[in-house]
């Protein structure tokens, strides 16, 4: 990606000044949320300007008939206003030298007819005056570094993630919240977010090329509905992969999925399996469901990878250790041989009811200094690439120092170079067990099928790193 191109899509993320048009003064509107949600924009030094022909003032800042009415230079701009309206507010933004356009709206190819073409002629005015457009029909972009906020989601309702590692690029906007709300309760941070609804101009290959050499991300998950030019995508996926971790859920199977995405966004799905296989040559991580996109995007940002596919697990209850085991072979993974130096130490060590084999049952006596004992020779094992730690948080012979004996395992495992996941379901308990493990880093899951499926993420990339 030439220098010229990073910078304009670089410019959706990093503006220094920002017009809202169709900023609206009546909370509930769309145009009141955008411009509300820009505030802390401005209060960290950027510029606002909401555009409203009726008003003087809104939320405090001043407000303009027009964009061209701004006695300052703009950025970028946000359109929330009807479809019929934006070719000619286009032509406004680059008169006024604006070089990146967010639209909101929709009511564009999405309702086919008429409206097809006013999205083809928005996006011809803005390519021939050399303007990038996000959008339209979506929630649109967050970087929680610039504190830029396109959404429409109140900050009440919508949990927005804190600065990090891993970036999302979605078709659908309700898709985009949930990820977005998942990875702030599991306190994994966000570089940056596109949701980019029908993609008029800015679409995946574009954002692909940018990220690649953006700094502040090591890894991307992707939902899409369709691909509009299937070429670039695979060769821009081709590009970051051989730097990055790229995982993709595709919605659109489906016939009756086609329809559906055709109305959603105006794309066409299909031909699933085709797509499948070009994916994986393309080095993508391929995800079957969102669950499974979330928890392989997080276990990339908190794991890196695995050298290999073998696991070796250990749990204070067998119910998930089973599951886990027939996920395993699944997978494509394996069950760890340990050796025989692994299994002396577990029996010398620890509770002649223990079941020395792989897995590792604890029974329900066990305490968190028996899980120390048995992760850390595990650890050890030259068999072992893996481990997979199972809780019940609830028995009474365990006890919140697991958090601590956790942290210190992870920290052994990466200087091993090895990995460790954690599964534990449950009530408040438990799930605040869970989140301080997330803290430590420690990715964890309350069901065996999502861990195996997380790992497998991570052998699949591992294998890309040796290549």
């Known amino acids: 990606m030439t220098s010229e191109i990073y910078e304009q899509i670089d410019g959706f993320f990093n503006p220094s000044s920002i017009a809202v048009i169709g900023a609206s003064a009546t909370p509930g509107k769309i145009g009141h949320a955008v411009l509300k949600n820009l505030l802390e924009f401005h209060e960290c030094g950027g510029r606002v300007y909401p555009i409203n022909p009726a008003r003087e003032e809104i939320l405090g800042l001043k407000a303009y008939k027009t964009i061209l009415d701004v006695p300052e230079k703009v950025d970028m701009a946000v359109i929330v206003v009807r479809s019929e309206a934006v070719p000619e507010i286009v032509d406004q933004c680059a008169k006024k030298g604006v070089k990146n356009i967010v639209i909101i709206s929709g009511g564009f190819k999405e309702l086919g007819g008429k409206f097809r073409d006013i999205e083809a002629e928005t996006a011809e005015?803005?390519?021939?005056?050399?303007?990038?457009?996000?959008?339209?029909?979506?929630?649109?972009?967050?970087?929680?570094?610039?504190?830029?906020?396109?959404?429409?989601?109140?900050?009440?309702?919508?949990?927005?993630?804190?600065?990090?590692?891993?970036?999302?690029?979605?078709?659908?906007?309700?898709?985009?919240?949930?990820?977005?709300?998942?990875?702030?309760?599991?306190?994994?941070?966000?570089?940056?977010?596109?949701?980019?609804?029908?993609?008029?101009?800015?679409?995946?290959?574009?954002?692909?090329?940018?990220?690649?050499?953006?700094?502040?991300?090591?890894?991307?998950?992707?939902?899409?509905?369709?691909?509009?030019?299937?070429?670039?995508?695979?060769?821009?996926?081709?590009?970051?992969?051989?730097?990055?971790?790229?995982?993709?859920?595709?919605?659109?199977?489906?016939?009756?999925?086609?329809?559906?995405?055709?109305?959603?966004?105006?794309?066409?799905?299909?031909?699933?399996?085709?797509?499948?296989?070009?994916?994986?040559?393309?080095?993508?991580?391929?995800?079957?469901?969102?669950?499974?996109?979330?928890?392989?995007?997080?276990?990339?940002?908190?794991?890196?990878?695995?050298?290999?596919p073998r696991v070796a697990m250990v749990s204070n209850g067998a119910g998930p250790m089973v599951q886990a085991v027939d996920a395993v072979s699944v997978e494509g993974l394996e069950l760890a041989q340990l050796t025989d130096e692994t299994k002396e130490k577990l029996r010398e060590n620890l509770s002649p009811f223990t079941i020395v084999d792989n897995p590792v049952d604890l029974t329900g006596s066990a305490t968190p200094r028996e899980y120390e004992i048995a992760i850390n020779a595990l650890l050890e094992d030259p068999n072992v690439d893996m481990v997979f730690v199972f809780f019940v948080h609830q028995?009474?012979?365990?006890?919140?120092?697991?958090?601590?004996?956790?942290?210190?395992?992870?920290?052994?495992?990466?200087?091993?170079?090895?990995?460790?996941?954690?599964?534990?379901?449950?009530?408040?308990?438990?799930?605040?067990?869970?989140?301080?493990?997330?803290?430590?880093?420690?990715?964890?899951?309350?069901?065996?099928?999502?861990?195996?499926?997380?790992?497998?993420?991570?052998?699949?990339?591992?294998?890309?790193?040796?290549?």
């Open 125 to 308: 005015r803005a390519r021939r005056y050399g303007i990038r457009i996000i959008g339209p029909n979506c929630i649109g972009v967050y970087d929680p570094r610039t504190k830029v906020d396109t959404f429409f989601q109140p900050k009440e309702r919508m949990l927005r993630p804190s600065p990090g590692s891993v970036a999302f690029l979605v078709q659908s906007g309700t898709y985009g919240i949930i990820l977005l709300e998942w990875a702030s309760m599991d306190e994994l941070g966000v570089s940056k977010f596109v949701s980019y609804g029908n993609k008029m101009d800015v679409d995946e290959a574009d954002l692909l090329m940018y990220l690649k050499d953006e700094p502040n991300t090591k890894v991307v998950g992707i939902y899409m509905e369709g691909l509009g030019n299937g070429r670039k995508f695979f060769e821009a996926a081709m590009e970051f992969t051989k730097r990055k971790p790229l995982v993709v859920l595709r919605g659109g199977w489906s016939e009756a999925a086609v329809k559906a995405a055709l109305s959603h966004t105006g794309f066409l799905g299909g031909k699933g399996r085709i797509y499948e296989a070009a994916f994986k040559q393309a080095g993508i991580i391929v995800a079957r469901t969102l669950e499974e996109l979330y928890d392989m995007v997080k276990a990339l940002a908190r794991q890196g990878y695995a050298k290999g």
């Open 395 to 467: 028995n009474a012979p365990m006890n919140e120092t697991i958090i601590d004996v956790m942290n210190e395992m992870n920290q052994k495992a990466k200087k091993l170079g090895k990995v460790l996941l954690a599964g534990a379901a449950g009530g408040p308990y438990t799930l605040n067990i869970n989140k301080e493990m997330e803290r430590g880093g420690i990715p964890t899951y309350q069901i065996p099928e999502r861990l195996v499926a997380a790992a497998k993420a991570l052998f699949l990339w591992g294998q890309k790193v040796k290549r």
